[in-house]
């Protein structure tokens, strides 16, 4: 089974500064693929980055980069200076394969001006 | 870039009533997925869907939910006889064969049993 842990439930950033949203995660699965999801108070999951688990770089995809420590098993999302359009619940997830997705539980991230 | 459509966006139903949540996945994706999301929690998986038939299912889909693909295009869940605790926001996803990154989720469709 595959589990994901986020330990911040919320978190407040001033605007214009960076980010480090916390991501642990545990599988006996050699092969897997990791995923960040912003959830906007609009409800639609918005893909943000993917990291395989054999991806030697770090992913990133403009302000956000995956800190990627396999050893450790932990997949943290760092989001680079901040926006109030940054204000949202946040989903570390997991799967592998073609198999179902294991979310966390969200950190809600708060953006102040 | 290819999407995931759902319809409706929000659908309010009476308690009792049957309601099909309608999803159209990616075009060449041969893995469908309905996961669900009560207000405030995790995002939850129901079932996945392959070659005609269910390939996994979690314990939260019980006899009330089902699903089916229709027409070749289109990916529907079903729910018999909504109760109140079926309000939450239900999710449509789609995956290539084998393709570790072809995940891909609809915009989700808000459920309000009333």
């Known amino acids: 089974a595959q589990k994901i842990t986020q330990t911040q439930p919320g978190m407040f950033v001033q605007e214009k500064e960076a980010v480090t949203l916390d991501c642990t995660y545990d599988t006996s699965d050699q092969s897997y693929g990791l995923f960040w999801y912003k959830q906007p108070s609009s409800g639609e999951m918005i893909f943000l980055i993917y990291?395989?688990?054999?991806?030697?770089q770090n992913a990133t995809e403009g302000r956000y980069s995956l800190n990627f420590q396999k050893a450790r098993k932990s997949a943290n999302l760092v989001i680079s200076a901040s926006q109030l359009g940054d204000s949202a619940m946040y989903f570390c997830a997991i799967f592998r394969g073609y198999q179902k997705v294991t979310f966390g539980t969200g950190t809600k991230l708060q953006v102040i001006p | 870039e290819p999407e995931v459509t759902q319809t409706p966006s929000h659908q309010v139903t009476q308690m009792g009533q049957e309601v099909i949540l309608r999803c159209v996945p990616i075009s060449n994706h041969l893995y469908f997925y309905w996961y669900r999301q009560i207000l405030g929690q995790k995002v939850e998986f129901l079932v996945s869907?392959?070659?005609?038939?269910?390939?996994?299912k979690s314990e939260i889909f019980d006899d009330q939910f089902s699903v089916e693909r229709p027409d070749g295009s289109n990916f529907t869940l079903k729910i018999r006889s909504t109760k109140l605790e079926d309000s939450a926001m239900y999710f449509c996803a789609s995956s290539e064969l084998g393709q570790t990154y072809g995940y891909t989720f609809g915009s989700g469709t808000r459920l309000t049993v009333v």
């Open positions: 869907f392959y070659n005609n038939e269910i390939s996994e």
């Open positions: 990291q395989g688990s054999y991806d030697e």
